[in-house]
Each structure stands twice: as structure tokens, then as C-alpha cells.
């Protein structure tokens, strides 16, 4: 993706401003922002539903506004919001999609279904752990079924590429931990790219690389531990009941501290252990602080 | 041809789904031709030189007919509002197909409700012969046609579900008075004429009256045009309709 604008009708500024970003095959991609980053927005493009202002869009090699087409064909999506008919069971769902998408003619009942098909579903009911709920109308089935039902029928045409669009929002920990696991077995099994947009820090920790977008524009970009180390380091907490010759010592050492309670000692390249070991004052109070994506991303979007 | 009828299948099994849906499809349309019609034989019937119970059924027939695969398109809206059609529009299947598919459905749903109709008109003794019982499914099937192309043009300047409604309500009621669903309207001001000629119910509910008074002396008080006219103003009507409803609602889609 190279340069990529949307600016939606009506609106006096871009919902995505100049994005530039590659997606390796295989990797697990986040693409993390505050609400209104233009996460949806640049996720709607890459999977056609939305034309860009500008820029450059290429999916597996096809170019997402001249070869939609083709392009539909190699992503599957999870939406952010259910995308499910809940007047049709979880295999009707997902046999619209298999037609939809020209794997298997037209049949009125599942039991018309070519052999191949229903093999298919069960394979991936049977992975998602919803061998019997899968034919059982979707408004019966719990937030965490329907998701899982969402997952088997964007997984169903074999996408190299599926985008997950918060696909844990509204969902309870019991759930969003159990979505996890599977999509992990999932990744692994079906060896797909994964493109997820979400806002949930821990999630986008387990990804190969995010993106942290912010008002449409990239801010950081780089694997979890480079987008954490660009902008935050680890320091010391330190304490000690002679608080001031802990400090005399520090001054000596020439190294950078503040103290907001305890000593906050900032290793600035230095090992936490070279500074230890300048120490002669009795500790109380002795932990490093490893920074936390939380921390990098909170920084980045008080513009620090 | 395969996701046309995917997409098409899927508004017929919604609708056998939906009791409510079903309840109100079938008891207001009776209730209309029971009450209203019978009302009006009773007080206007003999004046009038025909019947108005058999009046009223060609009239609630078409507006029916027309109005459920009109509506049903719009539910392409919730659908957006559900992201259901999001999922369809991620599909590699042509916008096309979706459109079609779409109207494919509603047109059977709409015929569904049709065919308790004929069987109600036929308890009331309104006068058909098993000929032009016959007749008025191909003729329900184009008017259908009609009304879902006639839908789509709506759906394209539609922004929600409630634009929808109010929308609906605006359209469609004058409709039924300027297309004689009701009352005759072989006599309007010069002004109603005009917009009673631009009404594409008036050529459906026409149509259907040229079948069901076909060979009757009633014919010529009751029938507006003759069938050739019908079907050449209401083809005219779906192309146009189609090509820039299609075009419309393929365009709003992808260019927001």
C-alpha cells in the first residue's frame, strides 16, 4: 500500500492521510489506532468494499481498484460489526458463502450438498469447536459461536490474506481467549497472512508487526519490541531507606533519575547490573520496568 | 447463475422465517379486499355499472405485488447496516448478480403472496375463468419485475432504514390513489393525470385488470389501457429503472 488517501464525501479532512505499509506472506499484521484512526477505513479499501482517493493498493500481486475481482478472491474478512443473517442457521450462512464465492453450485438443503462441502463445514466446525452449533440458527448461537461462525465461513474459499476487523469486540475474556487460540491453530494450520485492525494493546502485542495509525496517518511501524524501544526504555525503581545517599551515589554514577515516589533511574543504554553494582546504599525497593506497548502507544498518541 | 439463485433463495427462506411478515402479508391484503371492496359494491357498485369487490382484488393484487418486491429490495439497507451486505460485496460475484438476485427473490416472495390472493378473490366470487387464473402468474411475475426495479431506484437515494420508511410512505401512498388501486381514475385534473402517468403501478394494476376483465362487458369502464400499451410502458419502466438503480446503488457502494 503506498500513499493512500480517502477522503469520504462531504468531509473537509482525509479519514486516511498518505498511508504507506507492506504485509509480508504469512505475517501476523496489526493495524492498531484510537477510534476514528481510519483503521476501518484503510481495511475497507484493502478488501474493496471502498474505492481510495489516491494511492496504491495491491493484494497478492492484483491491484485493488483495477482487479477487484481477483482480489475478493484471495481475502476472506471478519467485520467488525456481525455479519451473520440471523434468519438462516450457521450452515446456511456459510453455504451462501461457499456459492457466493463459486465453490459449489446452488442446492436448497445442506444434504444436497456435494460430499466435498459438507466435509469442508465439518472440518472447520470441527476445528473451531462447534461441530453440533453449526446448524443451529445463528440468533440462538453466544457472541463467541457467531465469531467462530464468521471465521469458518471467511476461511471456507482458503484466503491467503484474512482481515479481522476487531473481531473481539463485544466479546467477554472467556471468549476473546478462546478466539485466540483458535485463530492461532488456524494461522498455523491453514497458513494464512492475518491483517488485524484492533484497539486492544494486548492483542496487537502478539502480532509479527503493527502499525500504529493516529487521525488517518501512520505513527509508528515495526515489529512490538521496535515500535516499544524506539520510544521507551527500561528503567530502574529503586528505594532505599538513606534516601540521601542512595541520591549522592546516583549523582556520582551520572546517571538520569527522577523521583516520583521511588528513584526512576533511566539506563539509557547502560545494563541494569552496571549501575547495581556502583551502589553501596542499602536498597529497600529494587525492579526494573520493562515498558509495556501500552506505554509506547499511549506516548505516541499524546504526541510525545 | 449459481449466486443469483443463492441470493434469491435466501429472501424466500427470510421470509418463510418471519411470522410476523407473513401474518401482515396475508390478513391486511383480505381484510382490504373483504372490506373495502365489499363496502364499496355495496354503495357504489350498482352506479358504477361493475363490480367493486372484483375491482378492489385486481387493484390490491397489483399494489401488493408491486409494493413487496419494491420493499424487499430496500432490505438491502439493513443488510448495510448489519454488514451482512458487506460480506456480499467482498464476494467476487458482479454487483450485478447481487441486484438480480435480489430481485429474483423478492419477485417469488411477492409471488407467494399473490397466489392466496387469487384463491381469496375466487371464495368471493369475483368472476375468473380458470384461463385467466392461469394467466395472472406470468402477469404477476412481470409486474414483480417492475416493482423490485422500481425499488432499486428508491434504495439508491436511501441513506438508512428510517430514510427508508419515510420514503416508502411518501411514494407509495399517492401511488394508490393515482393508480386506481382503489377507485377509478379514468377521469382526473389535467395536473393528476400527468403524475397518475407517471406511475408505474398505474400500467401494473392495468395489466392485471386487462386479464381479469378480459372478454367481460365491464371491460371498457374498468381498464385503462390496452395490454400491448400495458406491457410496453412497464418494460420501458424496468429497463430504465434497472440501468440506473444498478448504476446508482453499485456507484454509492463502492465510492462513499
Known amino acids: ?304 | 447463475m449459481n449466486a443469483i439463485a443463492a441470493v434469491a433463495s435466501r429472501d424466500v427462506l427470510k421470509f418463510f422465517r418471519d411470522p410476523a411478515r407473513l401474518a401482515a402479508t396475508f390478513i391486511f391484503p383480505f381484510a382490504i379486499m373483504a372490506l373495502m371492496g365489499g363496502t364499496l359494491q355495496l354503495n357504489l357498485g350498482r352506479s358504477a355499472g361493475f363490480n367493486f369487490i372484483g375491482f378492489t382484488f385486481t387493484g390490491v393484487l397489483g399494489m401488493t405485488i408491486f409494493q413487496s418486491s419494491a420493499n424487499g429490495i430496500t432490505s438491502l439497507m439493513s443488510d448495510r447496516q448489519t454488514d451482512f451486505a458487506q460480506s456480499m460485496f467482498v464476494s467476487p460475484i458482479s454487483r450485478y448478480s447481487i441486484v438480480f438476485g435480489k430481485i429474483l427473490g423478492e419477485t417469488l416472495v411477492a409471488l407467494c403472496t399473490a397466489l392466496p390472493m387469487i384463491a381469496f378473490a375466487v371464495v368471493l366470487r369475483v368472476p375468473l375463468t380458470p384461463e385467466q387464473i392461469l394467466l395472472l402468474g406470468p402477469v404477476c411475475l412481470l409486474c414483480c419485475f417492475v416493482g423490485g426495479a422500481f425499488g432499486l431506484v428508491l434504495l439508491s437515494m436511501l441513506t438508512d432504514e428510517r430514510s427508508s420508511n419515510q420514503l416508502f410512505g411518501f411514494i407509495f401512498l399517492p401511488q394508490f390513489f393515482l393508480a386506481g388501486v382503489f377507485s377509478p381514475v379514468s377521469i382526473l385534473p389535467w395536473y393528476l393525470e400527468i403524475f397518475s402517468l407517471l406511475s408505474p403501478l398505474r400500467y401494473v394494476v392495468d395489466l392485471i385488470r386487462d386479464v381479469a376483465y378480459a372478454g367481460r362487458a365491464e371491460y371498457h369502464k374498468v381498464v385503462l389501457f390496452d395490454a400491448g400499451l400495458n406491457l410496453l410502458a412497464m418494460a420501458t419502466m424496468f429497463v430504465i429503472f434497472m440501468v440506473v438503480g444498478t448504476a446508482l446503488f453499485v456507484r454509492r457502494e463502492t465510492n462513499r
Open chain 1, 1 to 304: 500500500m503506498k500513499d493512500l488517501v480517502k477522503r469520504y464525501r462531504k468531509a473537509s479532512i482525509n479519514a486516511v492521510d498518505g498511508v504507506s505499509f507492506d504485509v509480508r506472506a504469512g505475517e501476523f499484521f496489526a493495524l492498531l489506532g484510537p477510534n476514528g484512526a481510519g483503521k476501518t477505513t484503510t481495511i475497507s479499501i484493502l478488501t474493496t468494499t471502498l474505492t481510495p482517493t489516491a494511492g496504491v493498493v495491491k493484494i497478492a500481486g492484483y491491484d485493488a481498484r483495477r482487479e477487484a475481482a481477483q482480489v475478493r478472491r484471495q481475502v476472506g474478512i471478519i467485520f467488525q460489526t456481525p455479519s451473520l443473517d440471523l434468519n438462516l442457521s450457521g450452515e446456511e450462512n456459510i453455504r451462501f458463502h461457499a456459492i457466493l464465492y463459486g465453490l459449489y453450485p446452488y442446492r436448497p438443503a445442506y444434504r444436497l450438498m456435494p460430499g466435498e462441502y459438507r466435509r469442508q463445514v465439518l472440518e472447520l466446525a470441527g476445528v473451531l469447536g462447534m461441530a453440533e452449533e453449526v446448524f443451529r440458527p445463528v440468533k440462538k448461537l453466544s457472541g463467541g459461536m457467531k465469531r467462530k461462525l464468521e471465521i469458518i465461513r471467511g476461511l471456507l474459499h482458503r484466503p491467503r490474506i484474512l482481515f479481522l476487523d476487531e473481531p473481539t469486540a463485544g466479546l467477554d475474556a472467556a471468549s476473546r481467549r478462546n478466539l485466540w487460540e483458535y485463530l492461532r491453530r488456524v494461522r498455523a494450520e491453514y497458513d494464512v497472512t492475518i491483517l488485524l485492525t484492533t484497539h486492544n494493546l494486548d492483542e496487537a502485542e502478539q502480532a509479527d508487526r503493527i502499525c500504529i495509525l493516529d487521525h488517518g496517518k501512520v505513527v509508528a511501524l515495526g515489529t512490538p519490541a521496535e515500535v516499544k524501544s524506539q520510544l521507551l526504555e527500561e528503567h530502574l525503581i529503586l528505594d532505599a531507606a538513606d534516601r540521601d545517599q542512595l541520591r549522592t551515589e546516583l549523582r556520582r554514577l551520572e546517571v538520569d533519575f527522577q523521583e516520583t515516589g521511588h528513584f526512576e533511574v533511566h539506563l539509557k543504554g547502560r545494563s541494569a547490573q552496571q549501575v547495581l553494582r556502583g551502589l553501596k546504599t542499602e536498597l529497600t525497593v529494587l525492579r526494573t520496568h520493562s515498558p509495556t506497548l501500552e506505554d509506547a502507544y499511549l506516548r505516541i498518541l499524546a504526541g510525545e
